[in-house]
């Protein structure tokens, strides 16, 4: 199985910064896209921001020139670097990487696994 594991959550004032680490681990063959989900109480899990292997990013909009997500491929890690932190960016922040796995004989199967969640809270 494939393990991801996030840190860097926590209370910080409005206009403040977080960088958030999400460490993937386990009987990784490959890893493909990774990103940063974040669901408020009450609404929708939503896309953050996303990054491929090669480093092609995609954000939202509301996170767009404020947030800044980066992976480095030989630790399995990926980051979401966020500054100018505003109170609607509060939210439970969820790690999502894909990629193959490998099998315990032979082979490799395709996964899509989910960080536990770090909480991320912006006081006005």
């Known amino acids: 199985q494939v393990q991801l594991v996030e840190s860097g959550g926590g209370l910080v004032q409005a206009g403040g910064s977080l960088r958030l680490s999400c460490a993937a681990s386990g009987n990784i063959f490959s890893l493909s896209d990774m990103a940063w989900y974040r669901q408020a109480p009450g609404k929708q899990r939503e896309l953050v921001a996303a990054i491929t292997r090669g480093g092609s990013t995609n954000y939202a909009d509301s996170v767009l020139g404020r947030f800044t997500i980066s992976r480095d491929n030989a630790k399995n890690t990926v980051y979401l670097q966020m500054n100018s932190l505003k109170p609607e960016d509060t939210a439970v922040y969820y790690c999502?990487?894909?990629?193959?796995?490998?099998?315990?004989?032979?082979?490799?199967?395709?996964?899509?696994?989910w960080g536990q969640g770090t909480q991320v809270t912006v006081s006005s």
């Open positions: 999502n990487a894909d990629g193959r796995r490998r099998l315990e004989n032979w082979g490799t199967r395709s996964f899509s696994s």
